[in-house]
């Protein structure tokens, strides 16, 4: 299994829709971030949590929403999607006074 | 915005090559990191660099922290077709408190 899962894997929405990303991690890691992924743009910090009670907005977090309803879970949401937040969308964690991140398998969003 | 800029765009290469790619920055980076992201998957750690000067190997894989500590190299010898993806360098500004920046990416192809 995954140590860090996102769910679903791929979604279709329309526009105006709210929709919802979760990410779950049994790494144990404090830390918890969302990236967004667009061709020949890289990954852009969304919002980012260094533990439960602690939410940080990233590079681009208009249109999007955070909640870290636990250790193990973060989610993102998109309180009314359009068209130009279709995306990869990644989930990541790391551990306190590490570095290195590690992802899970990403979320594939398409907004009609 | 982005504080990485990460070249080539893209390399299309023949099975058996060395590749270099690189990362620069006009900021002092702590950490320096290389994921490779296969398609369809989530970002995976290669190599991390802690130390001005390091130079660290992961089989084909060499990676250099440089001496200004505002760049990174990845160099893969005799180049394979599972190397085929897309290569992220990513940075660390301050240890331990900031997210991870990252690159816009090097999409790697390897022709048989």
């Known amino acids: 299994d995954a140590d860090v899962t996102q769910t679903p894997r791929n979604r279709i929405t329309k526009t105006g829709k709210r929709i919802m990303l979760e990410c779950s991690q049994t790494k144990g890691h404090d830390r918890m971030y969302w990236y967004r992924q667009d061709p020949g743009l890289g990954l852009r910090l969304i919002y980012y949590s260094f533990d439960v009670k602690d939410i940080n907005k990233g590079e681009i977090s208009d249109g999007y929403s955070v909640s870290r309803q636990a250790q193990a879970k973060f989610s993102l949401s998109l309180e009314s999607a359009i068209p130009n937040q279709t995306a990869l969308y990644f989930c990541?964690?790391?551990?306190?006074?590490?570095?290195?991140?590690?992802f899970g398998q990403g979320t594939r969003l398409t907004v009609v | 915005g982005q504080q990485l800029n990460q070249s080539p765009q893209s390399m299309f290469i023949q099975e058996g090559e060395d590749v270099s790619m690189n990362c620069t920055s006009s900021s002092i980076f702590n950490t320096w990191l290389w994921y490779k992201q296969d398609p369809g998957e989530g970002p995976v750690l290669l190599i991390a660099?802690?130390?001005?000067?390091e130079l660290t190997s992961n089989g084909r894989l060499t990676a250099q922290f440089g001496i200004t500590r505002k760049d990174s190299f990845l160099n893969i010898s005799a180049s394979i077709p599972s190397d085929v993806g897309i290569y992220f360098c990513?940075?660390?500004?301050?240890?331990?408190?900031?997210?991870?920046?990252f690159g816009k990416g090097t999409r790697l192809s390897v022709i048989a």
């Open positions: 990541a964690t790391s551990e306190t006074g590490y570095t290195e991140a590690f």
């Open positions: 660099l802690y130390k001005a000067g």
């Open positions: 990513a940075g660390q500004r301050v240890s331990g408190n900031t997210p991870l920046v």
